[in-house]
């Protein structure tokens, strides 16, 4: 129980503090699209008799820059080319996935998520993987928010804007094969959106919004674990509704606070 | 190498789009101190021009010059302030305060890992100042009026102490007032700090108030000189017949 609470909040702090960044772009589906070709590595895995995360992780990385590319070099819009690879990532994992005969306990684990079960070597991988990203996000925190709020500006001020890109999809990469273990691969990009988009409900600031997220996602992952063990719930199931109910109290915050004027906001909907 | 050295050197730039001709053979030069006004209509090149001065595009042909270094070297972006066209369209719930929009100007003077330090926030209380926008550091930027946001835009542009600023039709969708309390800032920030300023812009009466030179742009350049040349040339008043109603006086 506490190398679960220890993962599953370290984990779910990454991606609340990754989501806000990918809210904002707009590329929040991108975490979907990624957990479905996580999908495909782990069947890749199973069959190869390599550990399935360590796969996952390599296919993530490889898909992100792929979409990265599709997206640049054939023109296509970023869901579009997120649909194409996250489809070939699934078809190819329930090929592998028969071929290996692996329709077992063992997929049902990563699709729906098993925290509780999570053995030393994935939380020591899981506290590896978490620093690292969230070091790369410190390091590189005004380059992202730059990138985040005007990408054309940062251009012109010398920001390395394809690197950047690059690298923010592989941290989107690694998070979702890490939120995998948490909640599972179906449920891995609510752990990216909901805090975010809740804490974009009430922020002032960045940083503001950054931490909002992190406090939700980590209250989130704590009563969702312990309401999970109690009450002999899923783990995965708990901890996602509770980000569904801290987003729709901020809706409500949001509503009855005085609306801006103004076009479209990051969660789509008019402002007027 | 352009004989007199000018600060901004464009020569014979040509730019096409799938099979489309945007641009073709535009020649001009800047000197420092000058307030330059690119104006055309819709359509006519003139945020391109401006993208390929940036480095944002390519040219297909021809060549730029920044302060004397060819743009492919041009490394020294914190000499450069720029205030994009959609700095009008924010989207009123994206989280920064108005010092956070500001900071991100100060990233192309900084090294890696770019921290903020105590010189800097004295750099954006100065750069807030100058725009008048001090009092409001800590307010969502998508609360402000456009005119304000226009101001923290410029802030932005100048926290660096640039040398050049180019600005992309910054007043669009802004009231008339609000444009001319802006314009007469911009004024204010050529004459008193020196500042080289390229505007594309549709409000012809900026041009007549403020600037001293104009370029006039429909895919080629038609005219580029001083304000007097530019009020007086038959080619642009041609040019402007029938879309814009120009008049040239001078405060």
């Known amino acids: 129980m506490q190398r679960a609470f220890l993962a599953g909040f370290l984990i779910s702090l990454t991606c609340a503090i990754l989501g806000v960044f990918l809210v904002l772009r707009r590329d929040a589906m991108i975490g979907h699209g990624l957990a479905h070709v996580t999908f495909g590595g782990v069947a890749l895995g199973i069959f190869l008799y390599v550990a399935p995360i360590l796969m996952a992780l390599g296919v993530a990385v490889f898909s992100a820059l792929g979409i990265l590319k599709l997206k640049e070099k054939a023109g296509l819009y970023g869901d579009t080319a997120i649909g194409i690879i996250s489809s070939l990532g699934m078809a190819l994992g329930i090929i592998l996935v028969s071929a290996a005969g692996s329709y ?162 990051v969660l789509g909907s008019s402002a007027d | 190498m352009p004989m007199d050295n000018p600060f901004i050197f ?110 800097d926030e004295a750099a954006i209380g100065r750069a807030l100042e100058r725009v008048d926008m001090k009092e409001l550091r800590n307010r969502r930027i998508g609360e402000l009026s456009g005119g304000q946001q226009q101001r923290v835009f410029i802030a932005r542009a100048i926290v660096n102490g640039p040398d050049v600023l180019f600005l992309d039709e910054p007043t669009a969708g802004v009231d008339a007032e609000t444009q001319a309390r802006f314009y007469d800032m911009l004024a204010e920030l050529n004459r008193n700090e020196d500042l080289t300023i390229a505007l594309i812009t549709h409000d012809f009466g900026i041009i007549t108030k403020h600037v001293n030179k104009v370029a006039c742009l429909n895919q080629r350049l038609f005219f580029h000189g001083t304000h007097e040349e530019f009020c007086s040339s038959a080619v642009v008043q041609e040019l402007l017949r029938g879309e814009h109603h120009l008049v040239c006086h001078r405060h």
């Open chain 1, 104 to 265: 077992n306990v063992d997929l049902f684990g990563y699709l729906f998520g098993n925290i509780l079960a999570i053995d030393p070597l994935e939380v020591w991988m899981s506290l590896a993987l978490a620093l690292a990203v969230l070091s790369a996000v410190a390091l590189f925190y005004q380059e992202f928010v730059f990138l985040t709020f005007d990408p054309e500006s940062a251009k012109v001020s010398g920001v390395r804007v394809k690197q950047l890109d690059a690298l923010m999809a592989m941290l989107t990469a690694v998070t979702v094969v890490l939120g995998m273990k948490v909640v599972g691969i179906l449920l891995v990009s609510a752990l990216l959106v909901i805090p975010a988009a809740a804490s974009l409900q009430v922020a002032r600031s960045f940083k503001e919004a950054m931490l909002i997220s992190a406090i939700l996602a980590g209250i989130a992952a704590f009563c969702g674990l312990v309401a999970a063990f109690y009450l002999d719930w899923p783990s995965s199931g708990t901890i996602v509704s509770i980000s569904g109910v801290f987003f729709l109290i901020f809706y409500w915050m949001r509503l009855r606070r005085k609306l801006p004027q103004g076009s479209q906001n």
């Open chain 2, 10 to 119: 464009v020569e014979n730039v040509s730019f096409g789009f799938q099979g489309l001709e945007v641009l073709r053979g535009v020649s001009f030069s800047l000197s420092r101190g000058d307030f330059m006004a690119l104006i055309g209509p819709n359509g006519s090149g003139k945020t391109t021009l401006l993208r390929i001065i940036l480095g944002i595009l390519k040219p297909s042909s021809g060549r730029v010059l920044l302060m004397g270094q060819d743009l492919a070297q041009f490394t020294q972006w914190q000499r450069i302030g720029y205030v994009p066209q959609k700095a009008t369209h924010l989207d009123p719930y994206f989280p920064a305060s108005v010092r956070e929009v500001v900071a991100l100007g100060l990233l192309s003077g900084k090294r890696f890992p770019r921290l903020l330090t105590r010189q």
